[in-house]
């Protein structure tokens, strides 16, 4: 076995996990690698480890490497990993789970920032003009803005699953109003929640800061296109922490440039990591954030801590936490 750890942008997987307990040569990447360079960058590799949708391996680039034998993702799920590919090709998947990071627990343990925590850094950095202001006061500006309260506001809820209802409390603390919508939800599950189910149009209509708690899948991709945005109030903030291409970023890059809604707080992109030429970097009405949801020294030692578990269970044949 030699396995290539992909993706690792703060350079600490190696310290993070026993990497030496396997006794198998492993390497780590701190870069992306271009997708046109990733045949000749892993082509002597037979494992492979990646963090979860960074970079993308669909079939056409699976193809192209013949001595791939495992894949580990952290994560049981990702997006950018063509599992069925690798599954009709004998390609052994595994995965890890943490509570509150696509494991089966439904609250995050104590001290594992969460997905909601960056949610609400986002709509604090927005309301409250953290960023515009501190960029401002840099410049000898006193008080360029005016903040907005979240008491009184409404905060729509574009999904109300697990992440989606962890907002519900910290919004009721702040005196916000509470309305969510997704294709299944319903009044008996939003009431339990704390949240009022209302329809797609009233989310955008009433949400003075919008939330995005969906899966991206083919039913959720280009779900908030021009029309929803132009729902929304010239005041409202749009959040985003679940996955980029649920919003249609070109409509948005214009929604925000003229103005139709105040702001948006991004986590997540069509594009990742963002191009350096992205129009969303020369808004000013922007809060970005480099898909920092599951990214903390916690749960990525967590991660990587499965990560052998799972290559030494495979090592030992006895597999644990398989996808395929």
Do not use: C
């Amino acid at each position: 076995m030699r396995v290539a750890v992909l993706d690792d942008y703060h350079r600490i997987a190696q310290t993070l996990a026993d990497w030496g307990s396997l006794g198998v040569e492993v390497d780590f990447f701190d870069r992306p690698i271009p997708r046109g360079q990733l045949p000749a960058a892993l082509a002597g590799y037979d494992t492979l480890v990646l963090m979860r949708e960074r970079t993308a391996f669909p079939g056409d680039v699976l193809e192209l490497l013949p001595a791939l034998q495992v894949v580990v993702t952290t994560g049981m799920r990702n997006a950018s990993l063509d599992v069925e590919h690798l599954a009709l090709r004998g390609v052994r998947v595994y995965g890890t789970g943490i509570p509150g990071y696509g494991g089966t627990a439904l609250e995050p343990p104590p001290g594992v920032p969460s997905t909601v925590e960056v949610a609400w850094a986002l709509i604090f950095a927005l309301s409250k003009r953290v960023t515009a202001e501190d960029r401002a006061l840099r410049e000898g500006i006193w008080q360029q803005g005016l903040p907005t309260n979240l008491a009184g506001a409404t905060l729509g809820l574009a999904g109300l699953g697990r992440l989606g209802a962890q907002m519900v409390a910290p919004a009721k603390a702040f005196g916000m109003d509470v309305i969510a919508w997704s294709q299944n939800l319903t009044a008996g599950r939003a009431d339990a929640a704390g949240a009022r189910l209302v329809s797609r149009a009233e989310l955008f209509e009433q949400a003075d800061v919008l939330s995005i708690h969906l899966v991206l899948s083919e039913r959720t991709r280009g779900l908030i296109g021009a029309g929803e945005l132009a729902l929304m109030k010239p005041s409202a903030h749009l959040v985003n922490t679940s996955r980029g291409p649920i919003v249609d970023e070109p409509a948005l890059v214009e929604a925000l440039r003229e103005r139709r809604i105040a702001g948006a707080g991004l986590d997540v992109y069509d594009t990742e990591p963002l191009p350096p030429d992205h129009p969303l970097l020369a808004l000013e009405n922007t809060v970005l954030t480099p898909h920092l949801g599951y990214v903390s020294a916690q749960a990525l030692a967590e991660m990587y801590r499965q990560v052998v578990e799972d290559l030494a269970a495979h090592l030992r044949g006895e597999p644990i936490r398989v996808i395929a």
